[in-house]
């Protein structure tokens, strides 16, 4: 056994260098494309998809998890454990499911409960990640409470934040308002249905992710 | 039994009353009034992490003919400077409103000013 016993010296390169592996939650409010970028993702390094998106709001009420996805930049590159979690929201309207997206009132009420329980355990996720690729749509007004109180409970925790600006296909689209709305962190135009931008994102990814942080529990 | 005032509340919530009860006391007093159909402006706000909690008792209060939500608004809390910080003075967040989903509508938000809406003939 070497001087630093088995398996201590990449332990000690990892230490130093930042991270091989993180855990990372995809989070948002309902209908930004969180489902679309988290099947970009994983089309585009395992060839697999996430689960199915829709332009109806709550799609995903239960947290999807792909595990051990290698996203390569150049030479350096970074296993990722890829969570997509339900939108997070302050209300949850059944009545707006059958008004607007005409769903039958069981089905609205149903997917309505599913979608409560999912806002809770986006939420319970925030303890176990490493990293959160925020994402919100380059079409709507970023400083919505559910955006900034995500971004306010990730900056709490010290974890660090990638934010993806989704939509940018979009003609009513600006980028540079979500921009200019967080300095602080990394915001990445990107449009999860096209791949426009998406190797900037990778790049980013690898690079935010893989750095050593020590994060806070709360 | 006498006839209910018709009307909705609008309440504004010192930061003295505020700062007296615990987290947990702040998020249950707040929820509570709220599904009264009350709409509180706290003049001292939540911190990021009371308003996840928040969201997430939101959720587990959720009764769909009655109670669908709340709407929330306010500043997020201001950082600290370094010399703060190193006095261990920490900014208090700022003004938040908070009112039932179904009342309570946000028009707009900028640095300046929270633009919100009551619905009118909704629980009045």
């Known amino acids: 056994m070497g001087l630093f016993g088995r398996g201590s010296f990449s332990t000690i390169i990892q230490k130093i260098f930042g991270k091989r592996h993180a855990r990372i939650g995809i989070y948002g409010p309902p209908n930004v494309g969180k489902t679309t970028l988290a099947n970009?993702?994983?089309?585009?390094?395992?060839g697999d998809i996430m689960g199915s998106a829709s332009e109806i709001p709550h799609?995903?009420?239960?947290?999807?998890?792909?595990?051990?996805v290698k996203v390569e930049n150049g030479k350096s590159s970074l296993l990722m454990d890829i969570i997509d979690?339900?939108?997070?929201?302050t209300k949850?309207?059944?009545?707006?499911?059958?008004?607007?997206?005409?769903?039958?009132r069981e089905e609205a009420k149903r997917r309505a409960k599913e979608a409560t329980e999912g806002v809770i355990e986006s939420i319970r996720w925030l303890e176990?990640?490493?990293?959160?690729?925020?994402?919100m749509d380059s079409t709507q007004d970023p400083f919505t409470q559910v955006n900034v109180t995500i971004l306010g409970n990730l900056e709490a925790r010290n974890l660090p934040v990638l934010v993806a600006a989704n939509k940018i296909d979009m003609d009513d689209s600006s980028p540079a308002t979500l921009k200019?709305?967080?300095?602080?962190?990394?915001?990445?135009?990107?449009?999860?249905?096209?791949?426009?931008?998406?190797e900037n994102l990778y790049t980013t990814m690898v690079k935010q992710f893989g750095r050593k942080r020590r994060k806070r529990r709360r | 039994m006498t006839k209910k005032d018709k009307g909705i509340s609008v309440n504004l919530i010192s930061r003295h009353k505020l700062e007296e009860l615990s987290s947990n006391e702040k998020l249950d007093f707040i929820l509570k009034e709220?599904?009264?159909?009350?709409v509180l402006v706290l003049e001292q706000g939540l911190t990021s992490m009371e308003q996840t909690s928040l969201i997430e008792h939101t959720m587990r209060e959720i009764e769909q003919d009655t109670f669908i939500g709340i709407e929330m608004e306010g500043y997020s809390e201001d950082k600290?400077?370094?010399l703060q910080k190193f006095l261990g003075k920490m900014k208090k967040p700022r003004m938040t409103v908070i009112g039932p989903a179904d009342l309570l509508k946000t028009i707009r938000k900028d640095s300046n000013m929270i633009q919100t809406k009551i619905i009118p003939g909704k629980r009045s």
Request: positive net charge.
């Open chain 1, 92 to 104: 949850v309207d059944f009545k707006e499911f059958m008004n607007t997206y005409g769903l039958s």
């Open chain 1, 40 to 46: 970009r993702i994983l089309r585009d390094w395992t």
């Open chain 1, 128 to 135: 176990d990640v490493d990293g959160v690729l925020l994402v």
């Open chain 1, 180 to 198: 200019s709305a967080f300095p602080q962190h990394p915001v990445i135009p990107i449009s999860a249905l096209t791949g426009y931008n998406s």
């Open chain 2, 80 to 82: 600290p400077t370094f």
């Open chain 2, 34 to 38: 709220v599904q009264k159909g009350k």
């Open chain 1, 59 to 68: 799609e995903t009420r239960v947290a999807k998890c792909k595990k051990n």
């Open chain 1, 85 to 89: 979690t339900p939108g997070i929201a």
